[in-house]
């Protein structure tokens, strides 16, 4: 009875094929080559899935190289000299294994000459002989310097597909650069067409054609008069500040920017005369038969007034093409706008002074009337109706002490056994009397006829007329105050005009700003072809979408 090995490790082996169709011969494994196989008469043996005892002994060799600790380097140099040697390793430590099973130590200096020397040779004799015959020659030979052979063959007309594919990059790249070059000239000359020429001919009527226009600046300002004129030491007059003169700056810078300061100006120096001159330039040439409108626009352009508030200081500038005329033309003007300070100062002073008078007026009237009423009820009675009160009853308690005294004495009579009837008679008679008198001074008080009125209501008009007279003189004193107070206020609202810097015509030209207008005028054009290039991309990208 046959025993079946123990198998331990299975090992699959790739066995390469020479040109042949079957494999070298010195690639078939150790194990086929030194011993037999084990067969038994009832089991056909199986090759490659059971390891002999050869193979474990190599494995076990292959541990012991492992232990050796060899470096990568080695490793890597052994397994090319095995792939020299026409060796199939299957591992690194299978190829230190391999070679020296075959004598051959991997790591001698001659073995690795013996390889770069191969490398060279690589594809000469050695491909004509078997691997163990190139192998055994290898050791064998003399390296001698070999003569490379002449190549004969031509190129084929058939591309790889990585020249072809080479090929087409190079075609793509080229077709690229040209579109670009095509693209950039397109925009050169739309930017030639569109931003540079106008820039350029911008450039040329500035420096060539532009008439030179000349300048003049001016400077004044608005005083105010504080205090309405009292004895100070400098006549009340103090600078303007942004709110005690500032409506009045604005009123004037406005005035000097209107169309009637201009047609003023046009009456009386002839401001359109001056810019229809035939040596001006076309394009600041004022047409003679211009309308108004046109000539004030171009006023504006060369008319600028500024106000600074935190000094109360208005700056203009007039520019013309004769300085003569330009410092001609703001003087006008700042005789313009001092009467014009001086009629907006009138207004004001007028205004404050129109209530005031009034009143006054008013008060006074008042007055008139009250007075005329005393007089007329003064008139018509007593001129001292209080004073003859006082004497009525005064005159009153006369007689009241009269009567008393006299009905005492007649009591006194009737109280006798036997009065003296005359004495009764007449002191009855005397009380009557007294009596009747009595009655009548209280009469005149109290009771009113048809033609006057009582003294007690008399009284009292002339005491509500007198008290009217009294109120009308308190309103008219309130109204004497108001109206100079008023007088004070106006005075502060006195402005006077008085310039700073005088017009002085210049001797050199300050307009056209010739490179600065040039660079404005090239950024300007850039802008809008900016501007219209991008509306364009985004319309097209529009559509397109």
Same mark, same amino acid.
Request: glycine share 6%; no cysteine; net charge neutral.
């Given at each position: 009875?046959?025993t079946?090995p123990k198998?331990?490790?299975?090992?699959?082996?790739?066995?390469?094929?020479?040109?042949?169709?079957?494999?070298?011969?010195?690639?078939?494994?150790?194990?086929e080559?030194?011993?037999?196989?084990?067969?038994?008469?009832?089991?056909?043996?199986?090759?490659?899935?059971?390891?002999?005892?050869?193979?474990?002994?190599?494995?076990?060799?292959?541990?012991?190289? &492992? !232990?050796?600790? =060899?470096?990568?380097?080695?490793? #890597?140099?052994a397994r090319? +000299?095995?792939?020299?040697?026409? *060796? @199939?390793?299957t591992?690194?430590f299978?190829?230190?294994?391999?070679?020296?099973?075959?004598?051959?130590?991997?790591?001698?200096?001659?073995?690795?000459?013996?390889l770069?020397?191969?490398?060279?040779?690589?594809?000469?004799?050695?491909?004509?002989?078997?691997?163990?015959?190139?192998?055994?020659e290898?050791?064998?030979?003399?390296?001698?310097?070999?003569?490379?052979?002449?190549?004969?063959?031509?190129?084929?007309?058939?591309?790889?597909?990585a020249?072809?594919?080479?090929e087409?990059?190079?075609?793509i790249?080229?077709?690229?650069?040209?579109? &670009? !070059?095509?693209? =950039?000239?397109?925009?050169?000359t #739309?930017?030639?067409?569109? +931003?540079?020429?106008?820039?350029? *001919? @911008?450039?040329?009527?500035?420096?060539?054609?532009?008439?030179?226009?000349y300048?003049?600046k001016?400077?004044?300002?608005?005083?105010?008069?504080?205090?309405?004129?009292?004895?100070?030491?400098?006549?009340?007059?103090?600078?303007p500040?942004?709110f005690?003169?500032?409506?009045?700056?604005?009123?004037?810078?406005?005035?000097?920017?209107?169309?009637d300061?201009?047609?003023?100006?046009?009456?009386?120096?002839?401001?359109?005369?001056?810019?229809?001159?035939?040596?001006?330039d076309?394009?600041?040439?004022?047409?003679?038969?211009?309308?108004?409108?046109?000539?004030?626009? =171009?006023?504006?352009?060369?008319?600028?007034?500024?106000?600074?508030?935190t000094?109360g200081?208005?700056?203009?500038?007039?520019?013309?093409?004769?300085?003569?005329?330009s410092?001609?033309?703001?003087?006008?003007?700042?005789?313009?706008?001092?009467?014009?300070?001086?009629d907006?100062?009138?207004r004001?002073?007028?205004?404050?002074l129109?209530?005031?008078t009034?009143?006054?007026?008013?008060?006074?009237?008042?007055r008139?009337?009250?007075?005329r009423q005393?007089?007329?009820?003064?008139?018509?009675?007593?001129?001292?109706?209080?004073?003859?009160?006082?004497?009525?009853?005064?005159?009153?308690?006369?007689?009241?002490?009269?009567?008393?005294?006299k009905?005492?004495?007649?009591?006194?009579?009737?109280?006798?056994?036997?009065?003296?009837?005359?004495?009764?008679?007449?002191?009855?008679?005397?009380?009557?009397?007294?009596?009747?008198?009595?009655?009548?001074?209280?009469?005149?008080?109290?009771?009113?006829?048809?033609?006057?009125?009582?003294?007690?209501?008399?009284?009292?008009?002339?005491?509500?007329?007198?008290?009217?007279?009294?109120?009308?003189?308190?309103?008219?004193?309130?109204?004497?105050?108001a109206?100079?107070?008023?007088?004070?206020?106006?005075?502060k609202?006195?402005?006077?005009?008085?310039?700073?810097?005088?017009?002085?015509?210049?001797?050199?030209?300050?307009?056209?700003?010739?490179?600065?207008n040039?660079?404005l005028?090239?950024?300007?054009?850039?802008?809008?072809?900016l501007?219209?290039?991008?509306?364009?991309?985004?319309?097209?990208?529009?559509?397109?979408?």
């Amino acid at each position: 009875m046959t025993t079946k090995p123990k198998a331990r490790k299975f090992r699959i082996r790739r066995t390469p094929l020479s040109e042949e169709g079957g494999p070298y011969p010195s690639e078939a494994s150790t194990s086929e080559a030194t011993e037999p196989r084990a067969t038994s008469p009832d089991t056909a043996p199986r090759e490659g899935q059971v390891s002999s005892p050869r193979e474990e002994g190599s494995a076990q060799t292959i541990d012991e190289i &492992r !232990r050796e600790g =060899l470096t990568g380097r080695q490793l #890597r140099m052994a397994r090319r +000299v095995a792939q020299k040697h026409a *060796l @199939a390793p299957t591992s690194d430590f299978d190829a230190v294994r391999l070679l020296r099973q075959r004598g051959i130590d991997p790591f001698q200096r001659s073995s690795i000459l013996e390889l770069v020397a191969n490398d060279q040779n690589d594809g000469d004799i050695g491909d004509l002989v078997p691997a163990k015959g190139r192998a055994l020659e290898a050791q064998q030979r003399v390296q001698l310097p070999q003569t490379m052979p002449a190549q004969t063959t031509l190129p084929s007309t058939h591309l790889s597909p990585a020249e072809r594919r080479g090929e087409e990059i190079m075609r793509i790249q080229k077709d690229i650069g040209k579109r &670009r !070059r095509r693209k =950039l000239l397109l925009l050169l000359t #739309r930017l030639a067409a569109f +931003v540079f020429l106008p820039t350029l *001919l @911008a450039g040329y009527y500035y420096y060539a054609v532009a008439t030179p226009m000349y300048s003049t600046k001016s400077e004044f300002l608005i005083l105010s008069n504080d205090g309405g004129g009292g004895g100070g030491g400098m006549g009340g007059f103090k600078l303007p500040s942004q709110f005690a003169t500032g409506q009045d700056a604005i009123a004037t810078q406005s005035y000097l920017l209107s169309k009637d300061a201009m047609l003023r100006l046009d009456r009386d120096v002839g401001f359109r005369e001056h810019f229809s001159q035939e040596w001006i330039d076309p394009i600041q040439r004022l047409d003679p038969d211009a309308s108004n409108e046109e000539a004030y626009k =171009l006023y504006k352009k060369y008319m600028k007034i500024g106000y600074d508030p935190t000094e109360g200081v208005l700056r203009m500038e007039i520019s013309t093409a004769d300085p003569e005329v330009s410092a001609e033309f703001s003087r006008k003007l700042i005789d313009y706008a001092e009467e014009r300070v001086d009629d907006l100062s009138k207004r004001k002073r007028e205004d404050a002074l129109a209530s005031s008078t009034e009143s006054l007026e008013k008060a006074k009237e008042d007055r008139r009337e009250a007075q005329r009423q005393l007089v007329a009820m003064q008139e018509g009675t007593v001129l001292d109706p209080e004073g003859e009160i006082a004497n009525i009853r005064q005159l009153i308690g006369n007689v009241e002490l009269q009567l008393q005294e006299k009905q005492l004495a007649l009591n006194t009579q009737l109280n006798n056994a036997r009065p003296n009837q005359a004495r009764v008679e007449a002191m009855t008679s005397e009380i009557e009397v007294l009596q009747r008198e009595l009655d009548k001074q209280r009469a005149r008080l109290t009771d009113a006829t048809e033609d006057n009125a009582s003294l007690a209501s008399q009284t009292a008009d002339i005491q509500m007329a007198q008290a009217d007279l009294l109120t009308a003189d308190m309103v008219l004193q309130g109204a004497l105050e108001a109206q100079r107070m008023s007088s004070s206020e106006a005075n502060k609202q006195v402005r006077y005009l008085t310039v700073s810097v005088r017009p002085v015509a210049s001797q050199d030209a300050s307009y056209p700003r010739s490179f600065e207008n040039t660079i404005l005028a090239f950024l300007v054009f850039a802008g809008i072809y900016l501007m219209i290039s991008l509306t364009a991309s985004i319309l097209r990208e529009q559509v397109s979408s």
